[in-house]
């Protein structure tokens, strides 16, 4: 199913004109594909057939509860990076025995939570981590399920600040040290080996990076099962790319065919479970944000169209020089069509979400941008004091709100003014 398409010149989210959404909601408002969701994450079950393999979510692709839910109801599990996001996932009634908790700085109340919720592991990022964690669960009287995640020094040929397996990274913990840590880990009392993760980075158009991480890691597995380790799963993180313009990613298809096939030729490869830690590659291209041009300005050659929507709602082009489609909600063959650069009504020069965009448009047209299902409301923020976008998933005809749009006096109702 194609999420976003033309109906007679009027972009639609499934059976729903976005128009009308915009006009029951107002902008911006971050509209996401029921279908498109589900079917994203059912084509990672297919492709996994018969074998042991986990997909878990990674929540900070979008952490909205209703994402979560849907989700947690097709059988996902979840990669988590902070207390916060394990109350998102309790609170839908998620199972606390599917989570693997990621990130590098975990704190001990965050640990704690975890432990007291159930997790089914630790990600553990450095041997302080294990001496904390092992500390933590004997105050409890707990076991603590841990897997360590290795930085296997693999270039996923993607953007700087989204690449995370290179050595120079701050994440993992080096491929030369894991054996000691995994041996600091064997003894510590209150620990328990279950595992082997790594995650090299995010929109990774190719296979072979994938590949080249599986294998540091079964390089790893055999080590340890020559000092009698034994683990019960490897996790390949997440990271597979979407199109966002002209990408070709590989299907999850292709990606879990070639990732079973080298399994396949190792010699334990076949009896460990699989586990995956994808975001983007579920919500990305299930999810638009829907804006509405204020004024159009021309500045000598220079044409801008300053939308409702900024880089606080969607920071990537700021931050990330990401590329994001631009598409009009209703398409226009009653006037010529500019380049237009697509900005915001944020006091930065930074304040853009598109560039040199070729669109027909007049003052109040409706755009859509594309893609904005992943990393996009979840990084949202309230500079300059704007209220975050709502959030709407469209199920065939109908919308349901999913966030309301944030009041103004929310944003100001945890300060105080000083004392007079
Ligand atoms: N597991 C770990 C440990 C991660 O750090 C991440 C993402 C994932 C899984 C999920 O990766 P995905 O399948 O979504 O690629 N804000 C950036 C992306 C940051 C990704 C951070 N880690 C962006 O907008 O492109």
Known sequence: MIPFQYRQHALFAEDLALE????RFGTPTYVYSRRAIVDAFGEFRRAAGARNVRVCYALKANSNLAVIDLLAREGAGFDIVSGGELQRVLAVGGAPSRIV?????????????ALEAGVRCFNVESESELLRLDRVAGALGR?????????????????PYISTGLRENKFGIAHDAALAAYR??????????QGIDCHIGSQITAIEPF????????????ALHAEGIALRHLDLGGGLGIRYDDEQPPSRQALFAAIFDRLDRHPRGGSYELVFEFGRSIVGNAGVLLTRVEYL?????????????????????????????????????????????IVGPVCESGDWLARGRRLALAEGDLLAIASAGAYCMAMASN??????????????????????REALASLFALERPLPR
């Open 20 to 23: 009308e959404i915009a006009a």
């Open 101 to 113: 908790f990621s990130g590098v700085g975990k704190s001990e109340a965050e640990m704690r939570m």
């Open 143 to 159: 076991r603590a399920p841990v897997s360590l995640r290795v930085n296997p020094d693999v270039d996923a040929g993607t953007h």
């Open 184 to 193: 600091t880990a064997a003894r510590l009392p209150n620990l328990e080996v």
């Open 211 to 222: 590949l080249a991480a599986l294998d540091k890691l079964l390089e790893l597995v055999d």
């Open 297 to 341: 300005k021309r500045n000598g050659e220079h044409r801008f169209a300053i939308v409702d929507a900024a880089m606080n709602d969607l920071m990537r082009p700021a931050l990330y020089d990401a590329w994001h489609a631009v598409l009009p909600v209703r398409q226009r063959d009653d006037m010529a069509a500019q380049h237009y650069d």
């Open 383 to 404: 500079y300059n004091t704007r209220a975050r976008a709502a959030e709407v998933i469209v199920d065939g005809r109908d919308a349901h709100l999913v966030r309301e």
